[in-house]
């Protein structure tokens, strides 16, 4: 039985499942948000998750005290914990962490409503029995891994490496056919690999943001979304809301990926392509609601980000009737 579905208490009610046979269990968030997760067991205790959401919020069970480790390696959108100390870190396309469950962050979301990756979770008595059985040139101490990444509380964040990078990528692609047995070498693989890591120089590469300063940098997006039609600069932001200009500028890149302008300029080109598709506006009364005066240009930063002018978007999208894209990292 899957560790999710036999333990449910780690998610709490607000997963369900979908469907389960084979060893595999698809699950998906109650709440009716969009996020599943579809799990395959690799050994007795060792689970390899794949997660697809496109949501803000990410759900959050009861703090619960097992030894049970989860890996994650994000692949696309961004991930924040908020920890009981009030600091706020960012798991970011390509980085793998290593946490306990039972180091339970306050809070966790998605800051850009899309998030794809994958995490490997094991309960480490099971895990401990089963593996010890395969082959005896492979010597994985999972506890030593919990104790050198995870003491004292810690989440262990790697930064995108090549190595991190090679264990991970053909798990995105793995044929049907061979998919069992390939998750048995990569979850070795990966294990092998965490085993000689070195957490004392992947310490300082962690960039921590207090919750205060998240607080005002999300009330920043959200200001800046809301009034799209305007041309807000960022001395105007910094003094509206109190931040130094550089603190902004750090802390803005570090919550969401990208510079301010930048998230902007994608952020309004994506508004914009909703408009075209959606209503009847011209192309320059689309241009003024997303804050440009000048149709050639925005014709031009539309071109950049969307792929087409406008013109070519509305008539290949006209009549699709989605809301607002996830907002994208740069």
Do not use: W
């Amino acid at each position: 039985m899957s560790i999710l579905s036999k333990e449910k208490e780690l998610y709490g009610s607000v997963i369900e499942v979908v469907s389960q046979e084979d060893g595999c269990a698809v699950y998906r968030m109650a709440d009716g948000s969009d996020g599943s997760m579809t799990s395959y067991e690799v050994f007795p205790g060792v689970e390899l998750i794949y997660n697809d959401f496109h949501t803000g919020e990410c759900f959050q069970g009861p703090r619960i005290y097992r030894d049970i480790m989860e890996i994650n390696h994000c692949r696309q959108g961004r991930f924040e914990c908020d920890f009981p100390d009030g600091a706020c870190v960012y798991l970011e396309e390509g980085d793998l962490s290593v946490n306990m469950i039972g180091n339970r962050t306050l809070h966790s979301t998605f800051p850009l409503e899309h998030y794809h990756g994958i995490s490997v979770v094991i309960d480490l008595a099971q895990a401990a029995c089963s593996l010890s059985g395969l082959l005896n040139d492979i010597s994985i101490d999972l506890y030593d891994i919990r104790d050198r990444l995870c003491g004292c509380d810690r989440c262990f964040i790697m930064r995108s490496t090549e190595s991190v990078e090679h264990i991970f990528f053909e798990l995105y692609r793995v044929p049907e056919q061979i998919r069992k047995g390939y998750y048995k070498l990569k979850v070795l693989e990966l294990l092998l690999f965490l085993s000689t890591v070195d957490s004392t120089a992947h310490m300082g590469q962690k960039q921590y943001f207090h919750r205060s300063q998240v607080a005002v940098i999300k009330g920043i997006k959200e200001y800046m979304t809301e009034n799209l039609d305007r041309h807000i600069t960022l001395e105007e932001l910094s003094s509206r809301f109190d931040i130094p200009l550089t603190a902004m500028k750090r802390c803005f890149k570090g919550v969401y990926g990208t510079t301010i302008y930048s998230y902007l300029r994608t952020y309004r080109m994506q508004a914009a392509a909703v408009m075209l598709r959606r209503t009847r506006l011209n192309i320059s009364q689309v241009a003024v609601q997303v804050g440009y005066l000048n149709s050639s240009k925005f014709a031009s930063a539309f071109k950049a980000v969307m792929g087409a002018c406008p013109l070519e978007y509305r008539r290949d999208n006209l009549g699709i009737r989605e809301g607002l894209p996830a907002e994208k990292s740069m």
